[in-house]
């Protein structure tokens, strides 16, 4: 479910000039009380359970830009696993790609960054990947939880999207 919803986020942030807001729903559930599997946060009386999905929300809500950027990366587009999205946020210039790859295989993406001038040479990567079938939950609360590191970038590269998974680059903007 949380790689879906970073698909579609990345078709709202496409049409972030007529989409405004989103929401989340439901938010919130009682241990043994549910109505669905979907919510993004379970408690009981003295547990959080942080779900992938929130996770996805919280990476997308960390790495929101205000204009968005067509062309920068390329992918086959008859594989429907794949969605991209590329932001500018202009408080602080930095450059965040958004990549999922909701298949069961790695796939290859084409990143070509040479119309942005003045980029750090390397990125902060922040990538949520877990077995399709994993779940975080009371026995094992931080079994999907997103990892960041560093990657070396150049103005035209290739990222390897592992399956599974949704990985933001935030590219600094040099002053």
């Known amino acids: ?5 970073a698909a579609y986020l990345t078709a709202l942030e496409r049409n972030g000039d007529v989409v405004m807001m989103a929401s989340y729903a439901p938010l919130l559930a009682k241990k ?15 547990n959080i359970i942080l779900t992938p999905n929130y996770y996805v929300q919280k990476m997308f809500m960390n790495n929101a830009g205000d204009r968005y950027y067509e062309g920068i990366v390329t992918k086959n587009d008859n594989d429907t696993t794949l969605a991209v999205s590329c932001v500018r946020d ?6 965040i790609l958004k990549l999922v790859n909701a298949g069961n295989e790695l796939k290859t993406l084409k990143i070509d960054l040479s119309i942005f ?4 040479k390397e990125a902060e990567k922040t990538i949520l990947t877990g077995d399709a079938e994993a779940e975080n939950n009371f026995e094992n609360p931080e079994n999907i939880i997103p990892s960041t590191s560093k990657l070396k970038i ?3 590269f290739e990222y390897q999207a592992p399956a599974q998974s949704l990985t933001v680059l935030r590219i600094e903007h040099k002053k």
Do not use: H, R, V
Not at 117 to 120: G, V, Y
């Open 117 to 120: 001038k003045k980029l750090n």
């Open 154 to 156: 150049k103005s035209n």
């Open 32 to 46: 043994n009380f549910t109505q669905w599997t979907t919510d993004m946060i379970f408690f009981d009386n003295s």
């Open 90 to 95: 202009s408080k602080t210039g930095d450059i």
């Open 1 to 5: 479910n949380a790689i879906s919803e």
